[in-house]
């Protein structure tokens, strides 16, 4: 059975001056989570602000206690990211009926 974990989560960059300083800090985040939590991750929100960004974050998996740990793991690491801070996230865990 496919479950499927969805990550929202909103970071302060407070150093970047420009949306080419945050382009460069949220791809380094970006390839970073890919190769340590093997997600899927995009920015969607706050495109045009330079010091906020809006991420998406998703895992599938046939264990929901695997991509609950994952997903929790994920958020962990946020929280402990020096080049911002984690503002705000929404998880929701996805599983058939």
Not at 16 to 32: G, P, T, Y
């Amino acid at each position: 059975m496919l479950h499927i974990g969805i990550l929202q989560f909103t970071l302060e960059i407070p150093y970047a001056e420009s949306l080419k300083d945050k382009r460069s800090v949220v791809k380094s985040l970006k390839d970073r989570l890919r190769r340590s939590f093997n997600v899927s991750i995009a920015e969607i929100e706050d495109l045009d602000d330079c010091t906020i960004a809006t991420l998406g974050a998703i895992v599938a998996g046939s264990d929901t206690a695997h991509v609950n740990s994952t997903m929790d793991h994920l958020v962990n690491e946020l929280q402990e990211w020096r080049d911002g801070s984690l503002v705000d996230h929404q998880l929701e865990i996805i599983s058939p009926r």
